[in-house]
């Protein structure tokens, strides 16, 4: 690691945009050097809390400093690609949170961009950072469950909280709600699923607790099928309690079994474990840390750092991010028209 810090701006300093500014000051390489904050009131609390940060209600302002290394943008689904643009415009490194964008075309736009400038282009999967289910891809890695076949990833959880101005309630910002926490599951499905191919079809079905809401689908599921075989399963509803999380992965020779349960999505203190089958006998794995997406975020900043002081490859590419989105615009499409719906290579979509 260099001896100078790498210079974060932030832009967004909302629930999520906060915790973020923690993660990045709790990192030893890092700085926090840059806030931009939607309102008023939300800069007065930045300045209050981050005394020593340039603070601004106009991210084009934080963008164009010259003093930063990277612009973490933690803003509503809507606004990425637009601030993501004027960040990499702007010859800064970029860790965008998911989903990358709302339409392909827009991923595809920041792919460009980010080439064309030389600058990293990080998603926030931070899921892949995960103490636990980073375990899972490991010993899948490591052969212990043989060739993968299946995969399932569930949630059980209360329902999303508003966000700003009930942004994440409305969909023309939203884009859909397969995009808000789904993603994630996608993400970790094809992740685990590697050695299996590439997603070619899903097939997806939701329902709201909402009739006049449908859009808003409190339970959704879906199956998507990998070209070597293998098979994922992602399911999640926002109609129980508290939040608990279980992904399973089946494959020639053993199996995983991952769960995680806490009253909140971001506690720091969940009950979590990984057992794990090797076709006699069924164990424990330690985990060496906790887990939790506050945990993740942590280390998120610290890759980051590490990729851009360093070299050290991201934890999550642009083109990661980018299949996280088709596949979620894909289930999208197969719960609109009830049919299943395939992806090619290139993650075009169209009905199969």
């Excluded at 939701?206 to 992602?234: C, K, M, T, W």
Aim: charged share 25%; aromatic share 8%; hydrophobic share 40%.
């Amino acid at each position: 690691m260099t001896q100078s810090k790498v210079k974060f701006g932030l832009i967004g300093f909302g629930a999520w945009g906060q915790h973020h500014a923690d993660a990045i000051t709790k990192c030893k390489g890092a700085e926090l050097a840059a806030i931009a904050a939607r309102s008023e009131s939300s800069a007065a609390r930045a300045r209050e809390t981050y005394p020593d940060a340039f603070v601004t209600t106009d991210y084009r302002e934080l963008a164009t400093r010259d003093d930063l290394d990277v612009v973490d943008v933690v803003v509503p689904s809507d606004l990425h690609h637009e601030i993501a643009t004027c960040v990499l415009e702007n010859d800064k490194h970029l860790l965008l949170e998911k989903p990358m964008c709302v339409s392909l075309a827009d991923c595809d736009h920041l792919i460009r961009l980010a080439a064309q400038q030389d600058r990293l282009l990080c998603v926030g999967h931070e899921l892949r950072l995960s103490s636990m289910w980073g375990k899972v891809k490991q010993m899948i890695e490591d052969d212990f469950i043989g060739m993968p076949q299946y995969c399932l990833v569930e949630l059980s959880r209360n329902p999303y909280r508003q966000g700003a101005d009930g942004w994440r309630y409305d969909i023309d910002r939203v884009g859909n709600w397969i995009l808000e926490e789904p993603i994630h599951f996608f993400d970790l499905a094809k992740w685990y699923l590697q050695r299996s191919g590439t997603p070619e079809t899903v097939y997806a079905t939701a329902n709201s607790r909402q009739p006049e809401r449908p859009e808003l689908q409190d339970n959704f599921s879906a199956i998507v099928h990998f070209s070597g075989g293998a098979y994922a399963v992602v399911s999640q509803t926002l109609s129980a309690f508290e939040h608990h999380q279980t992904v399973k992965v089946t494959g020639t020779k053993g199996a995983l079994w991952a769960s995680w349960s806490g009253a909140m999505d971001r506690t720091r203190h969940p009950t979590f474990s990984l057992r794990a089958f090797d076709g006699n006998e069924v164990t424990t794995v330690p985990i060496d840390k906790p887990t939790g997406e506050l945990f993740e975020l942590e280390d998120q900043v610290e890759r980051v750092v590490e990729a851009i002081a360093d070299g050290r490859p991201l934890h999550c590419t642009a083109q990661d991010g980018r299949w996280s989105v088709a596949m979620c615009l894909a289930a999208s499409e197969s719960v609109a028209k009830g049919k299943k719906i395939k992806i090619d290579p290139a993650c075009s979509l169209h009905e199969s």
